[in-house]
């Protein structure tokens, strides 16, 4: 099974950007689609964006889409959540997943394999 390992998150005023990555480990990363999610205190986790095993598709939800975009590079196991014009209630922990079951899903139930978290924090 992939293992997962966020970074790239921080401390970033309203407005800025900031890039995530998440790096697998195993040989068979191109065999999952791969996930982001988010998780704000005392809220319930969240779906933000998926891509298919070739990259070919993706998906977002409507809280971040044009704001945020989802690539993966599977020559160097990873894949990337770049998130721009942040707003505070972006603030949460985000999480990076892998599913080898579907194509894709923005349920986390689908999703085999999850990374640690890493901390967003956007200041108004």
């Known amino acids: 099974q992939v293992q997962l390992v966020e970074s790239g998150g921080g401390l970033v005023q309203a407005g800025g950007s900031l890039r995530l990555s998440c790096a697998a480990s195993?040989?068979?990363?191109?065999?999952?689609?791969l996930g982001w999610f988010r998780q704000a205190p005392g809220k319930e986790r969240e779906f933000l964006a998926v891509?298919?095993?070739?990259?070919?598709?993706?998906y977002y939800a409507d809280s971040v889409k044009g704001r945020f975009t989802i690539a993966r590079d599977n020559a160097k196991n990873t894949v990337y959540l770049q998130m721009n014009s942040l707003k505070p209630e972006d603030t949460a922990v985000y999480y990076c997943?892998?599913?080898?079951?579907?194509?894709?899903?923005?349920?986390?139930?689908?999703?085999?394999?999850w990374g640690q978290g890493t901390q967003v924090t956007v200041s108004s």
């Open positions: 997943a892998a599913d080898n079951g579907s194509s894709w899903s923005t349920s986390e139930y689908a999703y085999d394999a």
């Open positions: 195993g040989r068979t990363f191109s065999s999952y689609a």
């Open positions: 891509i298919t095993r070739t990259g070919a598709f993706t």
